[in-house]
């Protein structure tokens, strides 16, 4: 079982934005930018294009929505989108609240945020899904 899969289960804490019947959003606990979200399918399958189509495609519409209220509470451009799937495995995409495409740039440094700060953002992110 992933990790993924084991925080979908509860059996791992997260910082929970969003989730539906198939669908699991939460923050990045090493994120790019405040705000860096990932979201999931909550059926494990390690390469997202093993997805089927209605469910890739209910991801995308799922990623919208978080991506939508991320823009409300996180001041940014753009929310940008990557999947790269190698570190987990288990389909994800980020969701990165960006200035610039710099930004998205994993080799970035990370952020390091407190469990406040962590627990205030997924907080106002979830006041506007």
């Not at 705000?35 to 390469?47: Q, S, W």
């Not at 753009?78 to 987990?88: A, D, N, R, W, Y």
């Not at 998205?104 to 990370?110: E, G, Q, V």
Request: glycine share 4%; net charge negative.
């Amino acid at each position: 079982m992933s990790i993924f899969s084991r925080i979908v289960a509860g059996e791992i804490p997260c910082y929970k934005i969003a989730e539906d019947e198939h669908y699991f959003a939460f923050l990045d606990i090493s994120p790019l930018q405040k705000g860096h979200t990932l979201v999931i399918p909550k059926r494990e399958v390690d390469y997202i294009f093993d997805l089927d189509d209605e469910e890739l495609a209910g991801l995308q519409v799922f990623a919208k929505k978080v991506a939508i209220a991320i823009r409300k509470v996180i001041p940014c451009v753009k929310v940008g989108q990557c999947v790269l799937g190698l570190e987990v495995p288990h389909a994800h995409i980020h969701l990165v609240p960006m200035q610039s495409e710099a930004d998205m740039r994993f080799t970035n440094p990370h952020l390091n945020l407190t469990p406040e700060e962590f627990q205030q953002i997924a907080a106002d992110i979830r006041a506007q899904f």
